[in-house]
């Protein structure tokens, strides 16, 4: 290749230099310079546009100070010399993992001091915080970059025990107004289907198959002799699917069969039998599973755990607005009785990728035999062979019991599992337990197991598509039926957001939450059919929306926004406020006082006033028209309102204290007089003893 010819020229030349003072030099150095005498291009190119295209992503993985090497050709005159270097890498989890060299400069580390992180990425932490893939900038000094052949090298520097490497997904020279040198041409993306199996032998795939079952693992290089319980199966779906349908390299299974102290042999056996597997592929590990964006819907139903990739992750929160209305703001966009598509609904906050899906401690290594001999573990992985056993999987497997209607029980029995994660941990995550990072990961990954292994069932026995079944006509056509992803959050597993929470990072524990908060959305809202808080505990969620802000200063406004538009239309179910952990609840989970809440006003600094205006306008607007459809009686019936009650404008109060403080500051942030007028009125229908004409003002035309 001419990249490689290029860049050995660069290695010779440096060794002549090296030894330019002793009486030889090394023998392939003469050859090369004999070569650039008498063949200056090399048979078949055509001078330095002829370099071939670079594949990517740029995998640099392996033992520490692995290391990659690219050539690109910068073209003349475009301002080479004063260029920076542009990189979007995955997996860049911890300060001075990766380093840099650009042609004969020093290394330079990657950290948050060295490079400029792009938003939002930047302020979830940046290098090592919450998002899994990040776009940076590192500045190089003047000159570094040359017109013509330059060289760039990625290397890994060390493993935190953990990580085996990262992924260099984009990266471009450009200059201090952020125009690239290279051309799009310069980059070509690897495509998985021209994957092979390292080695095609039938004896090898099934020699694979068996380790991935039952090869003994180590921890880490760090602690080579500690023996994990874990084997491959125990933290990745059953089969492996999961590194087929996310397209997990052979390089990447290979490097890390041998972290984990196998042979590169036996990580060439496992990946011939992962690439063996007949099952669907369209994801790549770092495309967030599930990140929603537009066209999700019309893609193959085995797409949507793919994502709809990194591209659909938008730079600012109010980049949403012409997704949540795109015919313009208007209360008939986010009706009570419709279904705002979350899965097509692109955000500003990039989920969890597939590795961080994965425990980083199986919780056998946790707990030891205690889980082993728990319902947590028992009721999913009994014997496969007995089809009257009760485990999950078994059932699944039982041809009589995975149709429908028998089906539905099963999904029952899914969620209902949710409550035996709760069930076990309650021994684990009480106050008086050893908080620390380290505590807190075993904890977090025994979340994250139950969420695998439900992503294992969900895909193996394809349960995504059965929400008209089980939901009846509330159902979305692809959904989960089961809680799980709000119930895998640090918040909801007791992990303190703190300095001992996940990774010793207060920060990233609050964005986990608030990111699994949102998956549970994408993958299920309620179906309109929520008792109490067993899908989703609201309250918990716009609270997290608070605590995230106050800690990155990120604004969120549009999407806690859209969670109320959500949870508005999720109790819009035929069943009433006398029924309010079931039914219509303006108070728990509609609650559009927190709008124009003053702890959440930093939410909205990314939105203009006029949008601003206009969407609280569409949102009470349909709040209201919906609250107007049950009678006093039944309010008070659910304990939502007491006729006997005076509001005192505690906006974190009652019902009443909350409606008494909102109705003033929607009214002075631009909402329509006659329906906040109106809306007074109907609240002295259900607080007769409260003067709420004192909240209403004389408008044109009126006389009251």
């Given at each position: 290749?001419?990249?490689?010819?290029?860049?050995?020229?660069?290695?010779?030349?440096?060794?002549?230099?090296?030894?330019?003072?002793?009486?030889?030099?090394?023998?392939?150095?003469?050859?090369?310079?004999?070569?650039?005498?008498?063949?200056?291009?090399?048979?078949?190119?055509?001078?330095?546009?002829?370099?071939?295209?670079?594949?990517?992503?740029?995998?640099?993985?392996?033992?520490?100070?692995?290391?990659?090497?690219?050539?690109?050709?910068?073209?003349?005159?475009?301002?080479?010399?004063?260029?920076?270097?542009?990189?979007?890498?995955?997996?860049?989890?911890?300060?001075?993992?990766?380093?840099?060299?650009?042609?004969?400069?020093?290394?330079?580390?990657?950290?948050?001091?060295?490079?400029?992180?792009?938003?939002?990425?930047?302020?979830?932490?940046?290098?090592?915080?919450?998002?899994?893939?990040?776009?940076?900038?590192?500045?190089?000094?003047?000159?570094?970059?040359?017109?013509?052949?330059?060289?760039?090298?990625?290397?890994?520097?060390?493993?935190?025990?953990?990580?085996?490497?990262?992924?260099?997904?984009?990266?471009?020279?450009?200059?201090?107004?952020?125009?690239?040198?290279?051309?799009?041409?310069?980059?070509v993306q690897e495509d998985p289907n021209n994957w092979q199996p390292p080695l095609k032998d039938a004896a090898d795939i099934a020699t694979g198959k068996h380790l991935w079952y039952t090869a003994a693992l180590k921890r880490s290089p760090?602690?080579?002799?500690?023996?994990?319980?874990?084997?491959?199966?125990?933290?990745?779906?059953?089969?492996?699917?999961?590194?087929?349908?996310?397209?997990?390299?052979?390089?990447?299974?290979?490097?890390?069969?041998?972290?984990?102290?196998?042979?590169?042999?036996?990580?060439?056996?496992?990946?011939?039998?992962?690439?063996?597997?007949?099952?669907?592929?369209?994801?790549?590990?770092?495309?967030?599973?599930?990140?929603?964006?537009?066209?999700?819907?019309?893609?193959?139903?085995?797409?949507?755990?793919?994502?709809?990739?990194?591209?659909?992750?938008?730079?600012?929160?109010?980049?949403?607005?012409?997704?949540?209305?795109?015919?313009?703001?208007?209360?008939?966009?986010?009706?009570?009785?419709?279904?705002?598509?979350?899965?097509?609904?692109?955000?500003?906050?990039?989920?969890?990728?597939?590795?961080?899906?994965?425990?980083?401690?199986?919780?056998?290594?946790?707990?030891?035999?205690?889980?082993?001999?728990?319902?947590?573990?028992?009721?999913?992985?009994?014997?496969?062979?007995?089809?009257?056993?009760?485990?999950?999987?078994?059932?699944?497997?039982?041809?009589?019991?995975?149709?429908?209607?028998?089906?539905?029980?099963?999904?029952?029995?899914?969620?209902?599992?949710?409550?035996?994660?709760?069930?076990?941990?309650?021994?684990?995550?009480?106050?008086?337990?050893?908080?620390?990072?380290?505590?807190?990961?075993?904890?977090?990954?025994?979340?994250?197991?139950?969420?695998?292994?439900?992503?294992?069932?969900?895909?193996?026995?394809?349960?995504?598509?059965?929400?008209?079944?089980?939901?009846?006509?509330?159902?979305?056509?692809?959904?989960?039926?089961?809680?799980?992803?709000?119930?895998?959050?640090?918040?909801?597993?007791?992990?303190?957001?703190?300095?001992?929470?996940?990774?010793?990072?207060?920060?990233?524990?609050?964005?986990?939450?608030?990111?699994?908060?949102?998956?549970?959305?994408?993958?299920?809202?309620?179906?309109?059919?929520?008792?109490?808080?067993?899908?989703?505990?609201?309250?918990?969620?716009?609270?997290?929306?608070?605590?995230?802000?106050?800690?990155?200063?990120?604004?969120?406004?549009?999407?806690?926004?859209?969670?109320?538009?959500?949870?508005?239309?999720?109790?819009?179910?035929?069943?009433?406020?006398?029924?309010?952990?079931?039914?219509?609840?303006?108070?728990?989970?509609?609650?559009?006082?927190?709008?124009?809440?003053?702890?959440?006003?930093?939410?909205?600094?990314?939105?203009?006033?006029?949008?601003?205006?206009?969407?609280?306008?569409?949102?009470?607007?349909?709040?209201?028209?919906?609250?107007?459809?049950?009678?006093?009686?039944?309010?008070?019936?659910?304990?939502?309102?007491?006729?006997?009650?005076?509001?005192?404008?505690?906006?974190?109060?009652?019902?009443?204290?909350?409606?008494?403080?909102?109705?003033?500051?929607?009214?002075?942030?631009?909402?329509?007089?006659?329906?906040?007028?109106?809306i007074c009125d109907w609240a002295a229908t259900l607080w007769p003893k409260a003067d709420w004409r004192r909240l209403k003002v004389i408008l044109p035309n009126t006389t009251s």
């Amino acid at each position: 290749m001419r990249s490689d010819y290029n860049g050995y020229v660069r290695l010779c030349a440096g060794n002549i230099l090296w030894w330019e003072d002793q009486v030889f030099f090394r023998l392939e150095c003469a050859i090369t310079l004999f070569l650039l005498i008498w063949f200056p291009v090399l048979p078949g190119t055509a001078g330095a546009d002829a370099l071939s295209p670079i594949t990517l992503p740029i995998e640099v993985m392996g033992a520490a100070r692995t290391t990659r090497t690219v050539t690109v050709n910068v073209p003349t005159g475009k301002g080479a010399q004063s260029a920076s270097l542009y990189l979007q890498i995955h997996n860049l989890s911890y300060p001075d993992k990766a380093s840099v060299q650009v042609n004969n400069s020093g290394w330079m580390d990657l950290n948050n001091d060295s490079v400029q992180v792009a938003e939002p990425g930047k302020s979830y932490g940046g290098i090592g915080g919450g998002f899994a893939s990040l776009k940076m900038t590192l500045s190089l000094p003047a000159g570094t970059v040359t017109d013509g052949t330059n060289t760039i090298r990625f290397r890994f520097n060390y493993t935190d025990g953990i990580s085996s490497g990262f992924r260099v997904l984009a990266f471009n020279l450009v200059t201090s107004s952020g125009a690239p040198l290279l051309p799009a041409s310069t980059f070509v993306q690897e495509d998985p289907n021209n994957w092979q199996p390292p080695l095609k032998d039938a004896a090898d795939i099934a020699t694979g198959k068996h380790l991935w079952y039952t090869a003994a693992l180590k921890r880490s290089p760090l602690l080579g002799d500690i023996t994990l319980q874990a084997h491959c199966t125990d933290c990745h779906a059953r089969d492996g699917r999961d590194l087929k349908y996310f397209n997990y390299s052979n390089n990447s299974i290979i490097q890390r069969a041998i972290f984990h102290g196998l042979s590169q042999q036996q990580g060439q056996q496992i990946a011939s039998y992962i690439r063996s597997l007949s099952v669907p592929n369209p994801g790549r590990p770092w495309n967030p599973p599930y990140q929603p964006g537009p066209g999700i819907d019309s893609q193959p139903a085995a797409n949507w755990a793919a994502g709809a990739g990194l591209s659909a992750v938008l730079d600012r929160d109010s980049d949403m607005i012409p997704y949540l209305f795109p015919k313009g703001i208007q209360a008939a966009a986010i009706a009570t009785n419709k279904t705002l598509d979350m899965r097509e609904l692109p955000l500003s906050i990039q989920l969890p990728d597939w590795n961080h899906w994965l425990p980083k401690v199986y919780p056998l290594d946790a707990w030891g035999s205690a889980f082993l001999h728990s319902p947590l573990y028992e009721k999913y992985a009994g014997p496969e062979n007995d089809p009257q056993n009760a485990t999950l999987r078994a059932r699944l497997l039982d041809p009589d019991w995975n149709t429908w209607p028998r089906l539905g029980s099963i999904l029952d029995e899914i969620q209902a599992w949710g409550g035996d994660l709760h069930n076990f941990l309650i021994n684990y995550n009480q106050p008086a337990a050893p908080w620390s990072p380290s505590y807190s990961e075993q904890v977090y990954s025994t979340g994250r197991w139950v969420l695998v292994k439900t992503w294992e069932m969900m895909q193996e026995f394809r349960l995504e598509g059965y929400g008209p079944l089980y939901y009846r006509h509330y159902g979305e056509a692809r959904t989960w039926e089961n809680s799980h992803a709000f119930h895998a959050s640090p918040f909801m597993l007791g992990v303190p957001a703190t300095d001992n929470g996940i990774d010793g990072s207060s920060l990233k524990t609050d964005y986990l939450s608030l990111a699994w908060y949102q998956v549970q959305m994408i993958l299920n809202a309620g179906n309109r059919h929520q008792q109490g808080a067993d899908t989703i505990d609201w309250q918990y969620t716009y609270g997290q929306f608070n605590d995230l802000y106050l800690k990155s200063r990120i604004s969120l406004g549009m999407q806690m926004f859209a969670f109320i538009v959500k949870g508005m239309q999720d109790t819009d179910n035929g069943i009433g406020p006398d029924r309010p952990s079931s039914g219509w609840n303006p108070y728990e989970i509609g609650d559009v006082s927190l709008l124009v809440n003053q702890d959440w006003s930093g939410q909205w600094s990314q939105v203009s006033a006029q949008e601003r205006s206009a969407m609280l306008q569409a949102a009470l607007q349909n709040w209201f028209a919906k609250c107007q459809q049950y009678t006093p009686t039944q309010y008070y019936k659910g304990g939502l309102a007491d006729p006997n009650a005076i509001p005192t404008g505690n906006y974190m109060g009652s019902w009443a204290d909350r409606l008494w403080y909102m109705i003033p500051r929607y009214r002075d942030l631009g909402v329509d007089g006659i329906l906040l007028n109106n809306i007074c009125d109907w609240a002295a229908t259900l607080w007769p003893k409260a003067d709420w004409r004192r909240l209403k003002v004389i408008l044109p035309n009126t006389t009251s």
